[in-house]
């Protein structure tokens, strides 16, 4: 998730006409969040708390959608990413949105998902952060004076 809020905050213009919901799921919608501006989704990343756990039903996510759709609480909705272990059960039908499942490499071949969503497979450095650059080490017995670093 960080990587897409990292992606939505790349194009202000993009984001500054977007209302995000994130929502946690397993088999019921347990948390729903809206977030409007990247301060919003800075504060929201960085006190992020897993929510669920239980056995994963997609339905009552959809049926959530669909009901946010129909009191205009999610208008023009263009899309879906799902993030999941795909072990669930999907709905039947193919929403009126694009919807994408994301599930983590994990050297296994991913779950199966309807014909009707797009399957993404992210590896794990992805979603690891950047290593710190490590100084180099210097071996002060072998080096002049002249050389050495300056302080």
């Known amino acids: 998730m960080k990587e897409t809020f990292?992606?939505?905050?790349?194009g202000e213009s993009f984001f500054?006409?977007?209302?995000?919901?994130?929502?946690?799921?397993?088999?019921?919608?347990?948390d729903l969040t809206f977030l409007h501006s990247t301060d919003e989704l800075d504060r929201?990343?960085?006190c992020l708390t897993l929510t669920g756990g239980g056995g994963t039903d997609f339905r009552p996510a959809f049926a959530k959608i669909e009901e946010l759709r129909r009191d205009g609480t999610l208008r023009d909705l263009q899309g879906v990413l799902y993030f999941t272990d795909g072990k669930g059960t999907y709905p039947t039908r193919r929403p009126p949105y694009e919807t994408a499942f994301l599930f983590l490499e994990t050297g296994a071949p991913p779950p199966d998902t309807p014909p009707w969503a797009m399957r993404l497979v992210?590896?794990?450095?992805?979603?690891l952060?950047?290593?710190v650059p490590k100084?180099?080490?210097i071996d002060w017995q072998e080096n002049e004076a002249e050389d050495l670093p300056e302080l």
């Open 135 to 137: 100084t180099p080490e």
């Open 16 to 30: 500054a006409k977007c209302n995000i919901a994130v929502m946690q799921c397993d088999d019921a919608v347990r």
């Open 44 to 46: 929201f990343a960085a």
């Open 6 to 10: 990292g992606l939505l905050k790349t």
């Open 129 to 131: 952060p950047d290593p």
């Open 122 to 127: 992210l590896s794990p450095e992805e979603f």
